[in-house]
């Protein structure tokens, strides 16, 4: 084999996850899902300041309570 082909025999059950068992892949599992539930908790996150700021100009405009 050559050094590049060792290399990636090597590299490629840490990568995977297949070099720790089991617990290596559930946690290659989690790292790949953790990316979606950053998307999903900062859609979140930004939706309900968004509805938070709209409702409180829209209370302002109709003269209500004003956070100021």
Do not use: D, Q
């Not at 559930?26 to 859609?43: D, H, M, Q």
């Not at 930004?46 to 004003?66: D, F, M, P, Q, T």
């Amino acid at each position: 084999f050559t050094a590049g082909e060792t290399f990636l025999n090597v590299l490629w059950p840490l990568h995977s996850g297949e070099a720790f068992g089991l617990p290596g892949r559930i946690l290659v599992c989690l790292t790949g899902l953790f990316p979606g539930a950053l998307f999903i908790t900062g859609i979140t996150l930004w939706w309900r300041k968004r509805r938070a700021k709209l409702l409180r100009y829209s209370r302002a405009a109709i003269g209500g309570v004003s956070n100021a």
